[in-house]
Nanobody, 121 residues
Framework: QVQLVESGGGLVQPGGSLRLSCAASGSLFSIYAMGWYRQAPGKQRELVATIIRGGTTNYADSVKGRFTISRDNNKNTVYLQMNSLKPEDTAVYLC???????????????WGQGTQVTVSS
């Protein structure tokens, strides 16, 4: 059974940095896209950043220039480096991945359990 396990959240002061990691565990064939979403209390879930297997990235306007998404295909892991954090970045950050379990089959979407990021002085 494939699972996405996130780590790296926590409490940080405004202007600080955090690095989130998300590793896919279990038997799988390939991961074609990975990304991060976030959900703040009382708000809808929103896309933060995505990266496809070839390395093309996409960012929400609110994080461009501050956040960097990357992935290690050998480790089935995606990272989110977050710099110049603001209080409005406070949210639960969720990892998302499109995973193909077996060759020739279509992929399915998987979600991690989420990790809390709190930006506060």
């Amino acid at each position: 059974q494939v699972q996405l396990v996130e780590s790296g959240g926590g409490l940080v002061q405004p202007g600080g940095s955090l690095r989130l990691s998300c590793a896919a565990s279990g038997s799988l064939f390939s991961i074609y896209a990975m990304g991060w979403y976030r959900q703040a209390p009382g708000k809808q879930r929103e896309l933060v950043a995505t990266i496809i297997r070839g390395g093309t990235t996409n960012y929400a306007d609110s994080v461009k220039g501050r956040f960097t998404i990357s992935r290690d295909n050998n480790k089935n892991t995606v990272y989110l480096q977050m710099n110049s954090l603001k209080p409005e970045d406070t949210a639960v950050y969720l990892c998302n991945a499109g995973i193909v379990l077996y060759s020739g089959e279509s992929g399915a979407e998987y979600w991690g359990q989420g990790t809390q990021v709190t930006v506060s002085s």
